[in-house]
């Protein structure tokens, strides 16, 4: 099996950019865009995720098996968080009575 030796200079970069995504993502917390906080936090998350899964976990230069356990993780979660999302959307729909 052949080991694809990385830089330390590139695992400087994702770090650098891991830590200006975190900066990023505090930002827009403080800032209020309506419905869109959650969509702009999700897209940052995912962006962080992904930076981790190619380089720290060296998904990027593994071979193809390893992207398709790795794709399919992605889906999976992709599941669970709609999953979750209709739950939450769909609660106001039934009328709970007042005590």
Known sequence: MEHHVIPVRTYL???A???VLLILTVGAYYIDV???NVLIAMTIAIIK???IILYFMHVRFSNRLTWVFA????????ILLGLTLTDYLSRA???VPAK
Do not use: E, H, V
């Open 13 to 15: 970069i994702i770090f």
């Open 34 to 36: 309506g419905p869109f």
């Open 49 to 51: 995720a992904l930076l």
């Open 93 to 95: 729909w039934l009328a």
């Open 71 to 78: 794709g399919a993780a992605f889906f999976w979660l992709g």
């Open 17 to 19: 950019a891991l830590f």
